[in-house]
């Protein structure tokens, strides 16, 4: 008898602590998740090294962070990856920085990732390395110059497509030459305005070509050098690759000048200057022209 009450009043005892403990915690208030503006470190297991794994997070379209007043989204939709040239590649393999805290590591894991690509493609990187974008060339000799680019900066990160044997692909990057190189090059990419060229490809003409098809991509050099494939010694192969002009000569390649000196040469031209002068003061009449 005395037993029975003894394990009835260790029962009576366990119930009672088991609710007042939700009591007590919800008295004491609902703590605050961390602030997205507040450092903060957590050590953290996956359950899978693959790409679920990592987006057990970054699957979260609310995964944000604030740096330096922006709001940044570290959000990966899963839809982009998949239709990417690397659906089939795991997030390590480019984010080779990578370690189980968050957040993850000290040091500049964008920049890590947007070079990684060279250990998979060790013939693209090789030819980078031999093109004026090299990080050992200097960059126009001024300090206040940006760095060179990366692998990432000009081919994208989540969203590449594949280009080999994917005519969607291609045409995609074809039409791609200000985010490639324009935001870098503004001048070039604002001079390239020729009727045949530069015009026909911002307004979308699909023969129209891309920067990289006259200026090359990987090893890009400037036109002064001999190997440059706008260099004037290489022009009449350049302009008659696959593709572009036909019969192509010396003679055909005095052309060029125009494609990105159109401005340049118009403005120089008396004829052209005397023309515009005429129509600026007839557009004056009419409340047209600069005034």
């Known amino acids: 008898m005395g037993s029975r009450m003894s394990r009835t009043i260790i029962a009576a005892a366990v119930l009672v602590i088991a609710l007042a403990a939700p009591v007590a915690a ?19 297991t996956l359950p899978t090294e693959s790409k679920s794994g ?6 979260d379209p609310a995964l944000v962070r604030i740096r330096d007043g922006v709001i940044m989204s570290y959000y990966i939709d899963d839809a982009v990856v998949a239709g990417s040239a690397h659906a089939d590649q795991q997030c390590v393999g480019c984010h080779i920085d990578f370690n189980y805290k968050a957040p993850h590591g000290d040091g500049d894991w964008a920049t890590t990732a947007k070079g990684a690509c060279r250990n998979c493609h060790d013939e693209q990187s090789v030819a980078f ?3 004026v974008h090299r990080a050992t060339v200097s960059n126009g000799g001024s300090d206040a110059a940006e760095p060179k ?3 990432g900066d000009c081919h994208g990160s989540h969203e590449i497509l594949m280009i080999t044997d994917n005519p969607a692909g291609a045409e995609a990057i074809h039409t791609d030459g200000w985010e490639v190189c324009g935001r870098c090059h503004e001048d070039y990419w604002d001079s390239y305005n020729d ?3 530069g015009a026909a490809y911002k307004r979308g003409a699909e023969d129209a070509p891309s920067c990289w098809d006259c200026h090359g991509w990987h090893d890009i050099l400037p036109s002064s050098d001999r190997g440059s494939m706008v260099h004037e010694s290489h022009l009449v192969e350049t302009c008659g690759q696959e ?12 052309y060029a000048v125009f494609i990105h000196g159109r401005e340049e040469i118009s403005a120089a031209n008396p004829l052209v200057s005397l023309i515009r002068s005429v129509l600026d ?3 004056g009449l009419f409340g047209g022209g600069d005034a």
């Not at 593709?243 to 005095?254: P, S, W």
């Open 129 to 131: 390395g031999l093109g």
């Open 195 to 197: 009727y045949y060229h």
């Open 281 to 283: 003061a007839v557009g």
């Open 149 to 151: 680019p990366l692998c």
């Open 54 to 59: 990592c987006q057990v997070c970054h699957g």
């Open 243 to 254: 593709g572009c002009h036909f019969g192509v000569d010396e003679k055909y390649t005095e």
């Open 26 to 44: 919800y008295g004491q208030g609902v703590q605050p998740s961390v602030s997205p503006t507040a450092p903060y470190e957590l050590d953290f």
